[in-house]
């Protein structure tokens, strides 16, 4: 069938964002104070994507041990954190744990105090693109549909999806067999005696008994645990969606409904057999599937692992990041989960202060004039995708994204016209960490 209507155009802008994750709101605050006019459209009811609506327990590294590779906005982030919580980030391999609700406040202020016109509860449905150029964005707001015009367009959806409208090209999952990393729906535990609580070794290897003696449904080994929240909180970061297509919604009701099924017996499995969580309830569990990966939109440069293993450096950088390659492979079996192990412990990770650059080109999707991308759905591999993907990598591609788009504005110029210098001058401008860049 056809739909066609009219509707009403009800912002014009010089910045269209849409998604509201780590990478959205990184772009929309940083083009905001750049002196863009801002439009931000948010399918959910509060900023922060994955890491407050998906209640991921914990942000990954910021920094590479010795530099802060998320400066700038990722650093605001965790010092207003910081301030709050009493959390002090660690380096390299070290991440740090999450409060949620103090997140969802930062990312509010933030965005309100930069100026963003922004809207919850309205979600992108469609494209006017033509050669390239998008002319407006089409979403579904509570109230009815509207357009949105604006000169630039920032795709920070996660599963590249205005990407796909305007006509870029893009992968998904794995070359051959099309396999995508499992998701995970994360939980809010209470009633833990976390001073009682076994450390990692022994956990797994309670994990590993209970699996062999059959005690799972679906025995999984790969278990990145449950994370301390709060006094007596945990938030779970455990059990494995397999076979999840997260740009499909008849894949993510499936998904949802397995997950919470499967996270009974993990409940289970901890109140029978690990101390200090005897008496734990697993309270909640998150409204939006925890999708790790989807659609990689074929840009300009796509990077490749062999840029991790080289510390590349590029003219275009815009900024540098350090998290080792994480693919969850199928850890039902344990040779998929051991290759898991040798690749993310061993393999694909580096010692202080190193770490690769990222191009502006891995932002510029092909095929199209006035889009950018951002957050974990920019142009790499499968294996690069693994390692940008967490969150503070989202911070510095998005910030990017931001800055080049109101750097565009103001010079009316078209993305792939900027000069690269003058991005990467005003990224350092904004603490960004380009090592490379000679001012
Ligand atoms: C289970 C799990 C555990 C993880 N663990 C960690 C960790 O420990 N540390 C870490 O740093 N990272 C972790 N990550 C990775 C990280 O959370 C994500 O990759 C990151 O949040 C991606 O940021 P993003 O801005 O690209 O996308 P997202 O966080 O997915 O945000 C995208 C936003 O866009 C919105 N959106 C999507 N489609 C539309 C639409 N059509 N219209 C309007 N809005 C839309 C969504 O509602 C969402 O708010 C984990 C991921 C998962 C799934």
């Known amino acids: 069938m056809r739909f066609e209507r009219e509707i009403p155009v009800k912002h014009q802008v010089d910045v269209c964002i849409v998604g509201g994750g780590p990478a959205g709101c990184a772009a929309a605050v940083t083009a905001a104070r750049a002196g863009a006019r801002v439009f931000l459209a948010e399918a959910g009811g509060c900023f922060g994507g994955l890491g407050t609506r998906g209640m991921v327990p914990a942000f990954m590294q910021f920094s590479d041990g010795i530099n802060m590779n998320a400066d700038g906005f990722g650093r605001e982030i965790s010092d207003l954190h910081r301030e709050e919580t009493g959390i002090v980030p660690g380096g390299r391999g070290k991440g740090f744990s999450i409060r949620v609700e103090v997140l969802k406040r930062i990312y509010d202020k933030l965005m309100v105090d930069a100026g963003v016109d922004f809207l919850f509860e309205t979600r992108l449905i469609g494209a006017e693109a033509e050669e390239g150029v998008i002319r407006a964005a089409v979403f579904a707001g509570k109230s009815d549909l509207f357009a949105v015009e604006a000169k630039y367009f920032l795709d920070c959806t996660g599963d590249g999806l205005l990407s796909v409208m305007a006509g870029a090209p893009y992968f998904k999952g794995e070359r051959k067999t099309k396999e995508m990393m499992p998701g995970t729906l994360c939980q809010l535990w209470c009633n833990i005696d976390w001073a009682r609580r076994p450390d990692g070794a022994k956990l797994k290897e309670e ?31 455990i059990g494995h969606a397999y076979g999840l297509d997260g740009t499909d919604e008849k894949s993510l009701t499936d998904a949802l409904i397995t997950q919470r099924r499967q996270l009974l017996e993990l409940r289970n499995f901890y109140r029978e057999r690990i101390a200090g969580y005897e008496e734990a309830e697993m309270i909640l569990t998150a409204d939006m599937m925890g999708v790790r990966e989807t659609r990689r939109i074929d840009c300009e440069y796509n990077l490749v692992v062999d840029d991790f293993r080289a510390r590349a450096v590029f003219d275009d950088e815009i900024g540098r990041y350090s998290y080792p390659v994480d693919i969850h492979r199928d850890a039902r079996s344990k040779e998929q989960y051991e290759t898991f192990l040798k690749e993310h412990l061993e393999d694909l990770r ?9 191009p502006y080109r891995t932002l510029l999707p092909k095929c199209t004039e006035n889009l950018l991308v951002a957050g974990r759905c920019v142009g790499t591999d499968r294996q690069m995708q693994a390692s940008i993907r967490v969150m503070p990598g989202c911070y510095i591609t998005g910030q990017a994204a931001g800055m080049a788009a109101a750097l565009a504005a103001k010079k009316d110029t078209a993305l792939r016209a900027l000069p690269v210098e003058e991005l990467q001058a005003a990224l350092c401008g904004i603490g960004a960490f380009l090592p490379n860049f000679k001012k």
């Open 350 to 358: 580096y010692k202080d202060g190193e770490s690769y650059g990222i």
């Open 207 to 237: 994990l590993n008994r209970a699996i062999d003696e059959g005690y799972f449904t679906d025995p999984d080994r790969h278990h990145p645990g449950i994370w301390r929240v709060g006094p007596t909180t945990g938030g779970g970061n």
